[in-house]
């Protein structure tokens, strides 16, 4: 029997936002500021982890250095990013049929409301949660906890889209259904097989297949 839901969550970073360009461009030069040249592959395998860097060699010393200056470069950055095909189409599809919105990200505020306004995306959402919102991050189920609580929503009804595997983590971990957003895009980023393994309940390489899911 197919399910509707009510209460549909987003995530921010290779989900609504083309950011992971951006991202691992950022941890390039900052592993080689820091004499740690990586592969992409290895950079990509610490993302979502603020502790991360430390697997890769950075020190317990220096990675409040190493965040402070991922968050500036970002900051710098992220204003211009461009969105994923279809996401105002989709989110204004969403609106109108009455779902209520929330955006969930692990990203500090001022890395994504500056694009948001350049998007005119706001007013999509009835809720925001960023990274100072919350303890801990996705994959613990916190975030997506406030965001039930703040919508006024129930797991039954609720729904998270997100591409990585701390999205999926924390759906699971909170006890709602999820759809891996997996465009070609992202392939160059992720493994499919390995996200696959981690039982999304629903995969999707374009956001017009969203709305048919959440109806």
Known sequence: MKKSYDYIFFDWDGCLARTLDVILEIYRDLF????LPKTDRELISIWGDWRGPLKLGISEENLPKWIEKYKFKLNLKSPQVDMYEGVREML????????KLALLSSSERFSIEPALERNNLREFFEVFLYAGD?????????IIEKALSLIGGNKEKAIIIGDSKSDVGAAHNAGINCIL????????FYDRESLTKLNPTYIVGD??????IVE
């Open 32 to 35: 080689i500021d820091f004499g």
């Open 92 to 99: 204004s599809q969403l609106k109108e049929s009455g779902k």
């Open 134 to 142: 919350i303890k801990e991050h996705k994959p613990a189920p916190e």
């Open 181 to 188: 957003f997996y465009p070609q895009h992202n392939e160059q």
């Open 207 to 212: 956001f017009s297949e969203v709305f048919k």
